[in-house]
C-alpha cells in the first residue's frame, strides 16, 4: 500500500487559503481526491461552484458557510454535502477556519466570472 508522509504533500497557495493536496490521481488516488483547506481569520474560498458533487468537514475553527441564499455557521466537527451545481463559499470566522475536502477527480471548479479550472491540488 502506498504510504506519502505528510512532508511530501503538495502546498498550494489559493487566495490567501493554504491547500494541501493529500490524495490526487496524479499520485495513485485515481478514484479519489482528499486535500484540507486552511483559511486565516476573515479569510476564505471565492464563491464557486463544481460539476460534481462537493463534500467537507470543518477540522479546526468555523465560519460562515453560504450555500445559494442559505447561510450557516459551521464549527469543528460539521460536515456538509454540496449538491452538484449549487454556488458556495466560505467567510472563516475568528480562529481561522481548517477542514478536509473529498471529490471526483477531474471535478472543475466554476468561478462567478465563468472561468473554470481543475485545481492542480486535485490533479
Same mark, same amino acid.
Given at each position: +500500500?502506498?504510504?506519502?508522509? $505528510? !512532508?511530501?504533500?503538495? %502546498? =498550494?497557495?489559493? !487566495?490567501?487559503?493554504?491547500?494541501?493536496?493529500?490524495? #490526487?490521481?496524479?499520485?495513485?488516488?485515481?478514484?479519489?481526491?482528499? =486535500?484540507?483547506? +486552511?483559511?486565516? /481569520?476573515?479569510?476564505?474560498? /471565492? /464563491?464557486?461552484?463544481?460539476?460534481?458533487?462537493?463534500?467537507?468537514?470543518?477540522?479546526?475553527?468555523?465560519?460562515? *458557510?453560504?450555500?445559494?441564499? #442559505?447561510?450557516? !455557521?459551521?464549527? %469543528?466537527?460539521?460536515?456538509?454535502?454540496?449538491?452538484?451545481?449549487?454556488?458556495?463559499?466560505?467567510? $472563516?470566522?475568528? !480562529?481561522? $477556519?481548517?477542514?478536509?475536502? %473529498? +471529490?471526483?477527480?477531474?471535478?472543475?471548479?466554476?468561478?462567478?466570472?465563468?472561468?473554470?479550472?481543475?485545481? $492542480? *491540488? #486535485?490533479?
Amino acid at each position: +500500500m502506498p504510504v506519502e508522509r $505528510a !512532508e511530501d504533500h503538495p %502546498t =498550494y497557495d489559493f !487566495e490567501g487559503n493554504t491547500v494541501i493536496s493529500l490524495i #490526487a490521481p496524479s499520485r495513485g488516488g485515481i478514484e479519489c481526491v482528499l =486535500y484540507s483547506v +486552511m483559511s486565516p /481569520p476573515g479569510h476564505g474560498l /471565492p /464563491p464557486h461552484r463544481h460539476d460534481h458533487l462537493d463534500t467537507f468537514t470543518v477540522t479546526a475553527g468555523g465560519g460562515l *458557510w453560504h450555500l445559494d441564499e #442559505a447561510t450557516f !455557521e459551521l464549527r %469543528t466537527g460539521d460536515s456538509v454535502i454540496v449538491p452538484i451545481g449549487v454556488r458556495h463559499f466560505l467567510e $472563516a470566522g475568528l !480562529e481561522g $477556519a481548517t477542514f478536509v475536502v %473529498t +471529490m471526483l477527480p477531474g471535478t472543475r471548479s466554476i468561478l462567478d466570472d465563468g472561468s473554470e479550472f481543475v485545481p $492542480a *491540488w #486535485a490533479s
